[in-house]
């Protein structure tokens, strides 16, 4: 039970510094969605370009970050060691990158289809190679258990970026798209000085013998990391491919701000990611940890499915997050929060080849996900627009969750309490299909009032069954 504080409380911080940040950096969708018009395409050069960083991210961090926790909660390994190994490795590759792309700027630049802005591939790519340094020194933060530095520094970003926006795009009237990358650029910099002390530990050398069993045991979550990061990004790196021209600019600036309102889910699931990491990889020799585990994965479902009903309930009054000229993607919205969903589900199922270092497996999975997603949008985009970007998350993301628990019985075997999961699952479904009646049938006040009720129903049902 103690064990369960301390998860608790780190999953309060760090999902102070997600949500409230999150939130915060909502600010900036309808400051972007009233600022850079539907039809203009603009929005849709910012979603294509993320999807790249998000991508680009896994590849510089080449699953260092696991890594590094795996590695320094061993008995036999230095954590200081293994922590400045990693980071001198993610530190030279960021550079190499960053070099190369300044050498070939103009062909890349060409061949993403911004030849007349180059600026914005240099200052992204500079952006995402300080961003993989700065992940294993925040992951260095959770293994040392700083969670409230941890919390402070994202808060800061978050904070400071947003300040600079309103300031460019409201008091001095700049709403050109560059400069919101501009700003990204600045604000990961400014960050990164308050890692003087961690950036220290760079003293500690680089160990080419440790760095060869890091590898072996990284190199498939690498391969997991990319399946992963594709089956969030492909279909924002796809869309302009599939339907290229200023018409599929827009249609992906509509997809990429009503995702923002799903977005929620991520919050959650990253906020228990960051505490729930280090504590598996801590308690992974005490007796009780597969029933740990199991109940790890009932209160996470349970949790999301109630962000996904208070998100489907109060649609109505989520929507202003962005301009009504979005509101069209709106009807995304609750299969993409269904797909994060999936995506939870797997991250939990996926610790049992990470504990049994079978992290082949993950990536077996995650590309297995991944094939069965850019199928799907390749197939359907050009009939079904972004609405096949949706499901194509759900399928990614299904064939993951099911593969990896199906094999996971083998390997390492949990006894999940699946009947109370379904029941859960089966009340939310009831609930969401009466929210989608209340919409139909009844005005706003009432509709708003009425699934409410049905919030707080399943609320009630949570603390009589827990």
Same mark, same amino acid.
């Given at each position: 039970? #103690? /064990?369960?504080? %301390? @998860?608790?409380?780190?999953? $309060?911080?760090?999902? =102070?510094?997600? !949500?409230?940040?999150?939130?915060?950096?909502?600010?900036?969708?309808?400051?972007?969605?009233?600022?850079?018009?539907?039809?203009?395409?603009?929005?849709?050069?910012?979603?294509?370009?993320?999807?790249?960083?998000?991508?680009?991210?896994?590849?510089?961090?080449?699953?260092?970050?696991?890594?590094?926790?795996?590695?320094?909660?061993?008995?036999?390994?230095?954590?200081?060691?293994?922590?400045?190994?990693?980071?001198?490795?993610? #530190? /030279?590759?960021? %550079? @190499?990158?960053?070099?190369? $792309?300044?050498?070939? =700027?103009?062909? !890349?630049?060409?061949?993403?289809?911004?030849?007349?802005?180059?600026?914005?591939?240099?200052?992204?790519?500079?952006?995402?190679?300080?961003?993989?340094?700065?992940?294993?020194?925040?992951?260095?933060?959770?293994?040392?258990?700083?969670?409230?530095?941890?919390?402070?520094?994202?808060?800061?970003?978050?904070?400071?970026?947003?300040?600079?926006?309103?300031?460019?795009?409201?008091?001095?009237?700049?709403?050109?798209?560059?400069?919101?990358?501009?700003?990204? @650029?600045?604000?990961?910099?400014?960050?990164?000085?308050?890692?003087?002390?961690?950036?220290?530990?760079?003293?500690?050398?680089?160990?080419?013998?440790?760095?060869?069993?890091?590898?072996?045991?990284?190199?498939?979550?690498?391969?997991?990391?990319?399946?992963?990061?594709?089956?969030?990004?492909?279909?924002?790196?796809?869309?302009?491919?599939?339907?290229?021209?200023?018409?599929?600019?827009?249609?992906?600036?509509?997809?990429?701000?009503?995702?923002?309102?799903?977005?929620?889910?991520?919050?959650?699931?990253?906020?228990?990611?960051?505490?729930?990491?280090?504590?598996?990889?801590?308690?992974?020799?005490?007796?009780?940890?597969?029933?740990?585990?199991?109940?790890?994965?009932?209160?996470?479902?349970?949790?999301?499915?109630?962000?996904?009903?208070?998100?489907?309930?109060?649609?109505?009054?989520?929507?202003?997050?962005?301009?009504?000229?979005?509101?069209?993607?709106?009807?995304?919205?609750?299969?993409?929060?269904?797909?994060?969903?999936?995506?939870?589900?797997?991250?939990?199922?996926?610790?049992?080849?990470?504990?049994?270092?079978?992290?082949?497996?993950?990536?077996?999975?995650?590309?297995?996900?991944?094939?069965?997603?850019?199928?799907?949008?390749?197939?359907?985009?050009?009939?079904?627009?972004?609405?096949?970007?949706?499901?194509?998350?759900?399928?990614?993301?299904?064939?993951?969750?099911?593969?990896?628990?199906?094999?996971?019985?083998?390997?390492?075997?949990?006894?999940?309490?699946?009947?109370?999961?379904?029941?859960?699952?089966?009340?939310?479904?009831?609930?969401?299909?009466?929210?989608?009646?209340?919409?139909?049938?009844?005005?706003?006040?009432?509709?708003?009032?009425?699934?409410?009720?049905?919030?707080?129903?399943?609320?009630?049902?949570?603390?009589?069954?827990?």
């Amino acid at each position: 039970m #103690a /064990d369960f504080k %301390a @998860l608790a409380k780190d999953t $309060v911080i760090y999902g =102070l510094s997600s !949500i409230v940040g999150r939130f915060l950096n909502y600010l900036l969708v309808p400051l972007y969605t009233y600022k850079i018009a539907a039809g203009s395409g603009g929005y849709g050069v910012v979603t294509n370009l993320y999807a790249y960083t998000a991508l680009l991210l896994v590849l510089l961090t080449f699953g260092m970050e696991t890594t590094f926790f795996r590695f320094a909660n061993k008995e036999d390994e230095n954590p200081r060691k293994v922590f400045s190994t990693a980071l001198w490795a993610v #530190a /030279d590759i960021s %550079a @190499l990158f960053f070099l190369l $792309v300044m050498a070939f =700027l103009g062909p !890349i630049s060409q061949a993403l289809g911004y030849g007349d802005h180059p600026s914005y591939i240099w200052t992204m790519a500079l952006t995402v190679a300080i961003d993989a340094f700065q992940a294993i020194l925040f992951s260095y933060l959770r293994y040392s258990k700083k969670a409230i530095k941890f919390a402070s520094l994202k808060l800061l970003f978050i904070i400071l970026n947003i300040g600079l926006n309103l300031l460019f795009f409201v008091v001095l009237g700049r709403t050109q798209v560059g400069n919101i990358f501009y700003i990204n @650029l600045f604000c990961t910099a400014f960050v990164t000085l308050f890692f003087v002390r961690e950036i220290a530990g760079l003293r500690e050398g680089f160990d080419r013998e440790l760095m060869g069993r890091m590898l072996r045991y990284s190199w498939p979550i690498l391969i997991l990391g990319l399946a992963g990061i594709l089956n969030q990004t492909a279909d924002k790196i796809l869309y302009p491919i599939v339907c290229p021209g200023e018409e599929g600019k827009v249609q992906l600036g509509i997809y990429g701000a009503v995702v923002k309102i799903a977005m929620i889910m991520a919050m959650i699931t990253q906020a228990f990611r960051y505490a729930y990491e280090p504590f598996v990889f801590g308690s992974a020799k005490e007796k009780d940890s597969k029933e740990t585990y199991a109940k790890g994965m009932k209160y996470f479902i349970i949790f999301t499915l109630l962000a996904f009903l208070v998100v489907m309930g109060y649609l109505d009054i989520l929507r202003y997050i962005i301009q009504p000229g979005y509101w069209e993607g709106l009807k995304v919205v609750p299969i993409v929060m269904a797909a994060e969903i999936m995506m939870g589900v797997y991250f939990n199922l996926s610790f049992w080849y990470k504990l049994t270092d079978r992290t082949i497996w993950g990536a077996v999975f995650s590309g297995a996900g991944c094939v069965a997603l850019i199928a799907v949008n390749l197939i359907f985009i050009p009939k079904y627009g972004y609405m096949a970007c949706a499901w194509g998350g759900v399928a990614g993301y299904g064939v993951a969750m099911l593969l990896s628990y199906f094999v996971g019985r083998k390997y390492y075997p949990v006894n999940y309490p699946l009947k109370e999961i379904f029941a859960y699952v089966l009340l939310a479904a009831v609930l969401y299909a009466g929210i989608i009646l209340t919409s139909k049938y009844l005005d706003l006040v009432p509709r708003l009032a009425a699934n409410t009720v049905m919030i707080l129903g399943f609320a009630a049902f949570i603390k009589y069954r827990r």
